[in-house]
């Protein structure tokens, strides 16, 4: 085999690789609706492809997604520039990681969906960016679902998630909602480690319950991942992020 042909064939590999494991959590999905009642239609797959290469965004694309995820500014940036220029222009792309300060900019340039917003300097910050793009920017507030005696408790050998503690929630979602670039979305939360994940999701439910009683257009759930989506379907999810189950598993993040 020529270089060309080669590479063509691993093309093929890796896409054939991709379409198995979607038809895999696809079924998962629908199963999960079905248990609950649920129509597969209340529930976005966004498809997470942080590490992954900019062709992987483009066999998701061919396999008919359109929402992706990156969960760090710099990588998503780059990985933009690298679809536009592949012509992968019709896609949404969502930032679900803890958001820096001085990253707000750029992501408010490319963003459809910011799920990460759990402080107020973020929501001016990204209302600016919003507001010199010419369309509205949909942010959710990201809880913090540990439980604070836990959080008080163990000294940290797992990364900070990030999020905003609940009790800050409504002030957040408010601040959002005021700001005339950014529109007010719902919540998202990542599954505390080492509980169990129904009680996470559980009560994030009720976050959401509480905050479509102030704003009933913020129906958003964004929770489960692809070890947990069976439970956040469950509990009203309406965006599930997932990298591993799709796309296989990532180097360990530095
Ligand atoms: C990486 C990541 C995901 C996807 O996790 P998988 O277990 O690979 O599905 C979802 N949400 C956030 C916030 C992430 O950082």
Same mark, same amino acid.
């Given at each position: 085999?020529?270089?060309?042909?080669?590479?063509?064939?691993?093309?093929?590999?890796?896409?054939?690789?991709?379409? @198995?494991?979607?038809? *895999?959590?696809?079924?998962?999905?629908? $199963? $999960? !609706?079905?248990?609950?009642?649920?129509?597969?239609?209340?529930?976005?797959? =966004?498809?997470?492809?942080?590490?992954?290469? /900019?062709?992987?965004?483009?066999?998701?694309?061919?396999? &008919?997604?359109?929402?992706? /995820?990156?969960?760090?500014?710099?990588?998503?940036?780059?990985? *933009?520039?690298? !679809?536009?220029?592949?012509?992968?222009?019709?896609?949404?792309?969502?930032?679900?990681?803890?958001?820096?300060?001085?990253?707000?900019?750029?992501?408010?340039?490319?963003?459809?969906?910011?799920?990460?917003?759990?402080?107020?300097?973020?929501?001016?910050?990204?209302?600016?960016? /919003?507001?010199? +793009? @010419?369309?509205?920017?949909? !942010?959710?507030?990201?809880?913090?679902?540990?439980?604070?005696? +836990? %959080? $008080?408790?163990?000294?940290?050998?797992?990364?900070?998630? @990030?999020?905003?503690?609940?009790?800050?929630?409504?002030?957040?979602? %408010?601040?959002?909602?005021?700001?005339?670039?950014?529109?007010?979305?719902?919540?998202?939360? =990542?599954?505390?480690? @080492?509980?169990?994940?129904?009680? $996470?999701?559980?009560?994030?439910?009720?976050? %959401?319950?509480?905050?479509?009683?102030?704003?009933? !257009?913020?129906?958003?759930?964004?929770?489960?991942?692809?070890?947990?989506?069976?439970? /956040?379907?469950?509990?009203?999810?309406?965006?599930?992020?997932?990298?591993?189950?799709?796309? &296989?598993?990532?180097?360990?993040?530095?």
């Amino acid at each position: 085999m020529n270089e060309e042909a080669s590479r063509a064939a691993s093309h093929d590999v890796r896409r054939e690789e991709i379409r @198995g494991n979607l038809t *895999v959590v696809e079924e998962r999905i629908r $199963a $999960a !609706c079905r248990a609950s009642g649920r129509a597969r239609a209340e529930v976005t797959l =966004v498809a997470v492809t942080k590490t992954f290469p /900019a062709t992987d965004v483009r066999h998701l694309v061919a396999l &008919g997604l359109r929402d992706m /995820a990156e969960s760090r500014a710099q990588e998503a940036t780059a990985k *933009v520039d690298q !679809c536009a220029r592949m012509d992968l222009s019709e896609l949404r792309w969502h930032l679900v990681g803890q958001l820096q300060t001085n990253k707000a900019r750029a992501v408010g340039s490319f963003a459809h969906t910011v799920h990460s917003v759990d402080r107020h300097e973020l929501v001016s910050l990204l209302d600016r960016a /919003a507001a010199s +793009r @010419g369309w509205a920017l949909r !942010c959710l507030v990201q809880v913090n679902l540990d439980e604070p005696h +836990r %959080a $008080a408790a163990t000294a940290a050998p797992t990364p900070p998630r @990030g999020g905003a503690v609940p009790a800050a929630v409504p002030e957040l979602a %408010a601040a959002i909602d005021r700001s005339a670039h950014l529109v007010l979305g719902g919540l998202m939360a =990542v599954a505390p480690l @080492g509980a169990a994940p129904a009680d $996470a999701f559980a009560r994030l439910a009720t976050f %959401a319950a509480d905050l479509r009683t102030s704003y009933p !257009c913020a129906g958003i759930v964004s929770a489960g991942m692809s070890g947990d989506l069976e439970a /956040a379907v469950r509990y009203g999810a309406t965006h599930l992020r997932i990298g591993s189950a799709i796309l &296989g598993s990532r180097p360990p993040l530095r």
